[in-house]
């Protein structure tokens, strides 16, 4: 069963970077039917996709975050980072890896870490 | 981007009855590929999203087949035919057709 996990400070100061991991196990991460996303949730409300990642190294970014947003992938560990930056306390969020597939769309997710966004 | 609109935001039902949730996209979904990328989504409180519908009407593995989705272009519908305590959350619908990825805003089932 695939199994996707983050990990990452849970508070950040503001105008600092946000650095997230997910580590993904029970799965290689260099499937080649297989897409990488970041997808993020304030408190109470509803989802935004963040951006994605094949195990190639290519990106697709939301374009409302992608001048702060690099995401990038190691297969040697099979995991997968989210460096957000300049976050302000808007960027307050419960973070979400999760796997896509074409035909699936977003079908395995982590559980989801908080980040706090304050001085 | 596509914007998914969801009704309705809430959604009161009494155990053992059906439910229903609306999904209304601002362009089609229909991909350059022919498929349409519209799949359902559910959470549960504390709980991450999961998957219950893909391209429209086929259930995820371990789904109860008591969920059915429908639909086509820009209008879909998630259906439960005899509601369950353990149904009770949010339900997004999500369009994977055209990047950026996008959610529609969610409809909180409860229990009455």
């Known amino acids: 069963q695939l199994q996707l996990r983050e990990s990452g400070p849970g508070l950040v100061k503001p105008s600092e970077t946000l650095s997230l991991t997910c580590a993904v196990s029970?799965?290689?991460?260099?499937?080649?039917?297989?897409?990488w996303g970041w997808i993020r949730q304030p408190p109470g409300k509803g989802l935004e996709w963040i951006g994605t990642?094949?195990?190639?190294?290519?990106?697709y970014y939301n374009p409302s975050l992608k001048s702060r947003v690099t995401i990038s992938v190691d297969t040697s560990k099979d995991q997968f980072s989210l460096n957000l930056s300049s976050v302000t306390a808007a960027d307050t969020a419960i973070y979400f890896c999760?796997?896509?597939?074409?035909?699936?769309?977003?079908?395995?997710w982590g559980q989801g870490t908080l980040v706090t966004v304050s001085s | 981007d596509i914007v998914m609109t969801q009704t309705p935001l809430s959604s009161p039902v009494t155990l053992g009855q059906p439910a229903s949730f609306s999904c209304r996209s601002s362009?089609?979904?229909?991909?350059?590929?022919?498929?349409?990328?519209l799949s359902w989504l559910q959470q549960r409180p504390g709980q991450p999203p999961r998957l219950l519908i893909y391209?429209?009407?086929n259930r995820f593995s371990g789904v109860p087949d008591r969920f059915s989705g429908s639909g086509a272009g820009t209008d879909f519908t998630l259906k439960i035919s005899r509601v369950e305590a353990e149904d009770v959350g949010v339900y997004y619908c999500?369009?994977?057709?055209?990047?950026?990825?996008?959610f529609g805003q969610g409809t909180k089932l409860e229990i009455k």
């Open positions: 990642i094949y195990y190639s190294g290519s990106t």
């Open positions: 362009q089609s979904l229909v991909h350059s590929d022919g498929n349409t990328y």
């Open positions: 999500t369009q994977a057709s055209q990047v950026p990825y996008t």
């Open positions: 029970g799965g290689s991460i260099s499937s080649s039917s297989s897409y």
């Open positions: 391209k429209i009407s």
């Open positions: 999760a796997r896509l597939t074409y035909a699936l769309g977003f079908d395995y």
